[in-house]
């Protein structure tokens, strides 16, 4: 057993000298890491930005030996002073977890489902000669301790899914620390987390690396998360690395005009009250967002939503009461299971309302049924998360957007086409695009097919269900942008559920925030989301990271501030 | 393709970068169009497709089909004087059986009789497997239950039971090679109505089904435009499965006397009718034992080609023509510096790819036994 040796701070722990990787593809090698340099001190944070395509994965995956088959690799890459490239399986395997440890995205596919945490946390302990049996078990137990999951001792011998999602990444954390590796990368350790549950994850790594002094590469495309914690950044697009630097010279002084337009990209939602209760300026900005003569498309009253269980029904909403007029937005905010997406469905008529009253132009779509149902439903325009699930696969794009056409037999053919064009080219997307399959097209394409489907029969009312969340931060600049315009030309009346706080102060009129089904708060944009009334609204508004490390660091302390006093 | 973007080449973002690659794409394929170009890869799936394609052409031209005459002089029903002791000739290539009817034609018209049946189940088979289980798989609840039930009942039923009984009952009618066909057909689809069934449960919770229900289509234009179209990978697969199952089955049942009869012919009929003359005039066994094998070994890898055509995530080897190209790209492959076994030589990841590569092969066997 090794001594629980202290990192020395400022020494080297990760050294990438001239990383290249590309990968085999027919023929031909598509390079997808193009030179890069990069180094890890003990005790620090690097960040390693960039967006999807830009191979930061492909580095951390390089980084572990994690590489798939296809893939040609050059350059150097030291783990506390052992050359990891071209290295054998076996003498690799002995690296990981003692030197170098991984904390992945997705907690719930990082651990096992069928063995106990306990198991998990040992496995490493054993299969690397360092503890065993009850030495190991304890090493565990005060593992989970320190990363903060209440009650270890008795928790430990249970399995992943009686833990929720933040307590879940907190394990994987603790798997990562089980041989007190001298580096960890954090692969976008928070991106399938809610904001109040990041905050706190991030908080728990920070300490991790006071504490034992380990150097941390964290990998993400989230610029407010690299505020909250990173000493260093680097910045990769399309393999290159762009610029480097430290937080402060990246966040602020940007040079590279990628890393500029990537900053400008982002959202950011700032001037918030959050300390002090600013009674006059929420007047004002709940004056100025009245306005007079709204035409209310869509209107919910008191509507209850059950999802069907085993055991009876299960109520995921509760008591919802809001409006949408023509041409305006309104968004529905909160974490997952606050009920948002639930409501969403149930305006499309997906979900039936279980009580109260939910219309679209004056009827209730899911009492409905038939001919009038359908007809209720060419007003209804929908646009979807996933833009990689919500387009078939088996259909070229033209019929993909014509498709609600086909369903309400609108139009000849030579018309529907004609459509198709159309609105091709109000989301700015060529028309030859008619005749691809959506395999050809990125996340962010594929969106705006989305969108252009969604409005083929000028819907009276648009819901967007998360239509960014998937995709890169520039892109969803794109994207918004568009939103906003097509939504100028059309007035459609827009129901916009998102957990992005800062994309909604972007977008929307009004705000519902809602938490386990209820809604906590509601009002006019300016109002809601800059002077907030409920703690649980300052709570998720204090949560959310902004791209600037001064700013950052006031807000992360107002939070800790605020959960004291809670 | 070389992405690299100049690191001074001005502004750029990821939404630019794609939109010029779209404009950039010339030519544009479907997926199904993909799925072929991978098959016609294959090249075990293609040499089957050819000798299969031979044997249809040869087994309907030779002899004829619908009273057209063909181009083999003998006739399968007339008798005559068998030359040599019916022994294979260069007249009669198959040589003669104990009446002296050439047996070259008969072989012919066995697989004929065969080959009908055979695709008579696969598309039968395949067509009420694919409905019923799409329907159950939609639908789900008591629809779902009574289909599944009763697939549940034809799954616990043997199929030789159930064609023994039918034999029985219905005498005259099962010798007809197309009544045999359908009636398997109806009594096999169980099996890939599971599948689809599956595969429907999945597909019915994407984005684009829901898409399409809030648009207010149909229940049945989202099973046949959307999620049928989608499980074309798995139904096609089992089909020609099915296929080469029944050419095997139709060869069974015949053999035990419940499938064609005489005066029809087919390929299990003539082993059954000549499993005698085994010793004596061993070719009268061995001419319809190989078309039998000709015709499901060609099938099954067909099905094997197509398989791995809608399923390309296997391979992804590192080749050498792969090296050449990422070294023009500035990726030139380290070796390995220390290295315990006695690799020491070759490229660390070019090692790490033999071995991963090989380990491929456990996964995609597995999804065989799956399947069938």
């Known amino acids: 057993m090794k001594p ?45 930005v960039g967006e999807s395509g830009s191979g930061k994965s492909v580095t951390s995956l390089a980084t572990m030996g994690l590489l798939p088959p296809n893939a040609i690799v050059s350059g150097s890459v030291e783990v506390t002073g052992h050359q990891v490239i071209g290295l054998a399986p076996e003498r690799m395997r002995r690296l990981r977890a003692t030197e170098i440890a991984m904390v992945f995205q997705e907690p719930m596919t990082a651990l096992n ?45 249970q399995y992943p899914h009686q833990f929720s999602g933040g307590q879940r990444q907190r394990i994987v954390i603790a798997m990562a620390l089980t041989c007190e590796p001298k580096v960890i990368i954090a692969d976008e350790p928070t991106t399938a987390l809610d904001v109040t549950v990041q905050a706190e994850v991030l908080d728990l790594l920070r300490e991790l690396k006071d504490e034992t002094g380990v150097g941390i590469l964290l990998i993400t495309h989230n610029m407010g998360v690299v505020a909250d914690m990173a000493d260093r950044v680097s910045v990769m697009f399309m393999g290159d690395l762009v610029e480097e630097g430290s937080a402060q010279e990246i966040l602020y002084r940007a040079k590279h005009p990628y ?51 085993r055991a009876g029904a299960f109520r995921a909403a509760e008591g919802v009461s809001f409006d949408v007029a023509a041409g305006e937005t309104t968004a529905l905010v909160g974490e997952s299971g606050s009920g948002k997406s639930t409501v969403a469905k149930a305006v499309l008529g997906l979900l039936p309302t279980a009580e109260g009253e939910l219309r679209v132009q004056g009827k209730d779509l899911a009492r409905l049924r038939g001919k009038e149902a359908k007809a209720a439903r060419r007003r209804i325009g929908v646009v979807f998360q996933d833009p990689a699930a919500s387009l078939d696969p088996r259909f070229p794009i033209g019929e993909c957007i014509m498709e609600p056409m086909v369903i309400h037999k609108v139009g000849t053919k030579a018309e529907r086409v004609a459509r198709a064009r159309e609105l091709l080219d109000a989301v700015k997307l060529p028309a030859d695009v008619l005749n691809r399959f959506p395999h050809e097209l990125s996340g962010g394409q594929k969106q705006r097919v989305g969108i252009a489907r969604a409005l083929v029969l000028d819907p009276a009312v648009l819901i967007a269900d998360e239509p960014t969340s998937a995709l890169d931060v520039s892109v969803q600049a794109t994207v918004l942008a568009m939103l906003k315009e097509i939504q100028a030309d059309f007035g459609f009346a827009c129901l916009f559920v998102s957990h992005d706080l800062a994309v909604v102060d972007q977008l929307a009129d009004h705000v519902v ?16 989301l800059h002077f907030p009334r409920e703690d649980y609204t300052k709570e998720l508004l204090a949560a959310a990271p902004v791209p600037d490390p001064d700013a950052q660091k006031v807000r992360r302390e107002a939070r800790h501030a605020l959960l004291r006093g809670a | 393709m070389n992405n690299t973007t100049e690191p001074t080449g001005g502004p750029a ?21 993909l799925v072929w170009r991978r098959f016609v890869h294959h090249p075990p799936a293609m040499i089957s ?38 022994a294979p000739s260069s007249t009669h290539w198959f040589g003669q059986e104990d009446i002296g009817r050439d047996y070259f034609a008969l072989v012919m018209r066995g697989t004929q009789v065969s080959l009908v049946v055979a695709f008579l189940v696969g598309i039968s088979g395949t067509v009420l497997g694919t409905l019923l289980g799409a329907i159950a798989g939609y639908y789900r609840g008591w629809v779902d239950a009574v289909i599944m039930r009763i697939a549940d009942v034809f799954f616990v039923i043997p199929l030789l039971l159930i064609a023994a009984i039918v034999a029985k009952t219905a005498s005259g009618a099962i010798g007809s090679p197309w009544f045999l066909g359908i009636m398997l057909g109806v009594v096999s689809w169980a099996g890939l109505a599971r599948l689809v069934r599956a595969q429907v449960l999945s597909l019915r919770e994407r984005e684009y089904v829901e898409a399409a229900k ?16 989608n499980c074309i990978g798995t139904v096609l697969v089992n089909a020609t499965l099915a296929i080469a199952a029944a050419v095997l089955l139709e060869t069974s049942l015949s053999f035990l006397g419940f499938g064609v009869k005489p005066p029809q012919s087919s390929l299990g009929l003539l082993i059954d009718q000549y499993q005698n003359s085994f010793t004596t005039r061993p070719w009268l066994f061995w001419w319809p034992g190989l078309m039998i094998l000709l015709i499901a070994l060609s099938v099954n890898f067909i099905g094997d080609g197509l398989r791995d055509a809608f399923d390309p995530r296997q391979g992804g080897r590192v080749k050498k ?18 290295s315990a076994a006695p690799t020491t030589g070759r490229a660390g990841n070019r090692e790490r790819a033999g071995q991963a590569a090989s380990g491929t092969e456990s996964p995609t066997r597995d999804k065989n036994e799956e399947e069938r």
């Open chain 1, 513 to 528: 925030v809602m938490r386990r089904g209820h809604v906590v708060e509601q009002g006019p944009t300016e109002s809601v």
């Open chain 1, 259 to 309: 890393t500029q337009q990537l900053l400008a990209a982002v959202p950011r939602l700032t001037d918030i009250a959050l300390t002090h209760d600013d009674a006059s300026g929420r007047l004002a900005a709940e004056s100025a967002g009245a306005s007079l003569g709204r035409e209310v498309v869509l209107s919910a009253r008191d509507v209850a939503i059950d999802y069907k269980v």
């Open chain 2, 13 to 33: 973002s990821v939404a630019a970068v794609e939109d010029a690659r779209l404009a950039s794409k010339e030519d544009s394929l479907s997926q199904g169009r």
């Open chain 2, 214 to 229: 809030a648009m207010g289509a149909s229940g049945w234009r989202i099973i046949l435009r959307h999620l049928i179209p």
């Open chain 1, 113 to 157: 489902p069928v063995l106990t945490v306990e198991k998990q946390l040992i496995e490493s302990l054993e299969t690397h000669n360092i503890a065993f049996g009850a030495d190991a078990r304890g090493r565990a137990v005060s593992l989970l301790e320190r990363v903060g999951i209440p009650d270890a001792a008795k928790r430990i011998k």
């Open chain 2, 321 to 338: 023509r792969n090296l050449v190209a990422a070294a023009l790209l500035g990726v030139k492959p380290v070796e390995v510096p220390t």
């Open chain 2, 49 to 86: 497709a050819v000798v299969l394609a031979i044997v249809v052409v040869v087994a309907v031209t030779s002899i004829g089909v619908f009273g057209i005459p063909g181009w083999w002089p003998y006739d399968y029903t007339t008798t005559s004087v068998s030359d040599n002791g019916g």
């Open chain 1, 4 to 48: 629980n040796s202290r990192n020395v701070r400022g020494e080297v722990v990760l050294d990438i000298k001239d990383l290249r990787v590309a990968f085999a593809s027919g023929d031909d090698a598509k390079l997808a890491v193009n030179g890069l340099d990069l180094t890890v001190r003990a005790g620090e944070v690097v960040a390693l």
